[in-house]
């Protein structure tokens, strides 16, 4: 198929004017001017004809299919069995893919469903972006979310589960370095949750196989021992303690020497955080993130979809929060596609427009570089090569 735009967005922050995007298969055979790309295509080629902008799908760094984003989606989960639960998480996935997100990194579900789904979508069997799998997330016993089956205690059960996930086929593997406000009775945020030498078993085992490892935390100490362990991705990382919030810049210039990344998982309706918190402790914690920003840490466009408030189609809204600390549209843009790709190990295969990466496209209204708002005007999703319809985004 040809599709022509007339913008497409090829580098950070760069469109080609009036260009032209050739796809042979799942994947991307040539990108260039539409005169050049024309030519060389045959008249029986199927175009798709389109003067908007055309930019490389969205990623989603961190969502959990399992959980309905409700008001309590843990009863909900607890509630549900694994043949509804599966059938949501189906619908769920295509809520997301429809609103621009054609990968997305889930951090933790039950039973192994989430690697039951992206088998479906990877057949074509089932709609939705490609997913990449935590599968069951280690947490300690009674610790954070510890419901999702994921209980492990010493380091020979912490070894024996990730080994598991990874043979489920997990691309990723969880661990909850702290507790966290979503598990009812459970360790508070800022706790801790693993030893240090318990976190260096997992990254170790991980790493072996090559998969990397992301660390939900929200401690300081927590986000400490991550880092000092070798993580890949801080989840969260919102540096509480139980009396407020120690943001550390010997530990932020490790993370930058360490080339680790920094997922905040933005809830969609960040705003609503000052009611939550308070106006003054909310705009602390808005201003942790722009410290690390303005540090030079490597951060990636999450939006913890399925926990409370957190839909399925918010990840335009959550990035609003990017723009809200004064980052560039570029900067942003460049969070949920290219440097989220290159955080979840996949660079060299999506999260650009290029040729050899993956056919995955979101053709918009407007101009995104000009008005991130732009994001939600979907035209049409392609997702390695097959083309969806759009829904309306409203959340």
Not at 60 to 81: I, K, M, R, Y
Not at 237 to 244: A, Y
Not at 265 to 289: C, I, N, T, Y
């Amino acid at each position: 198929m040809l599709i022509t735009g007339g913008r497409v967005l090829v580098d950070s922050g760069t469109y080609l004017q009036d260009g032209a995007i050739l796809i042979q298969g799942d994947s991307i055979a040539a990108v260039g001017p539409r005169e050049k790309i024309a030519e060389q295509v045959d008249a029986d080629v199927p175009r798709f004809a389109f003067e908007g902008t055309v930019l490389p799908g969205l990623i989603d760094a961190h969502v959990h299919l399992a959980f309905d984003g409700g008001p309590d989606p843990v009863s909900t989960l607890q509630n549900s069995t694994d043949d509804v639960l599966l059938d949501d998480m189906r619908r769920r996935a295509e809520q997301l893919l429809l609103s621009g997100v054609t990968t997305a990194r889930d951090l933790g579900d039950r039973s192994g469903l989430v690697l039951r789904l992206a088998a479906e979508i990877t057949a074509h069997r089932t709609p939705g972006p490609m997913i990449i799998s935590a599968g069951t997330p280690l947490t300690t016993p009674g610790g954070h979310c510890h419901f999702l089956g994921g209980e492990v205690s010493g380091e020979a059960e912490i070894r024996d589960l990730v080994r598991r996930n990874l043979e489920s086929g997990a691309g990723v593997i969880k661990i909850m370095a702290t507790g966290g406000g979503l598990t009812k009775g459970g360790p508070k945020s800022n706790e801790s949750q693993f030893s240090a030498e318990e976190l260096a078993a997992v990254v170790d085992e991980a790493h072996t196989a090559g998969v990397p490892v992301a660390a939900h935390a929200h401690g300081s100490d927590g986000i400490t021992a991550a880092v000092e362990a070798g993580v890949d991705t801080i989840e969260h990382c919102t540096w509480m303690t139980d009396g407020g919030l120690d943001f550390r810049p010997h530990v932020v210039q490790q993370i930058i020497d360490k080339a680790i990344t920094v997922c905040p998982a933005v809830s969609p309706h960040w705003q609503m955080l000052p009611k939550l918190f308070g106006e003054e402790r909310a705009a602390a914690m808005f201003d942790l993130v722009r410290r690390m920003a303005d540090a030079g840490v490597r951060l990636v466009a999450g939006t913890d979809a399925g926990v409370q408030r957190a839909g399925f189609s918010g990840l335009v809204s959550a990035l609003s929060f990017y723009s809200h600390l004064g980052m560039s549209n570029g900067t942003i843009i460049d969070m949920a596609t290219s440097e989220a790709a290159r955080a979840l190990g996949l660079g060299a295969t999506t999260g650009r427009i290029a040729p050899g990466h993956r056919a995955d496209l979101l053709l918009v209204d407007g101009d995104p570089l000009a008005n991130l708002d732009a994001l939600k005007d979907v035209r049409a999703v392609f997702a390695a090569g097959l083309r969806h319809e759009p829904i309306a985004t409203a959340e």
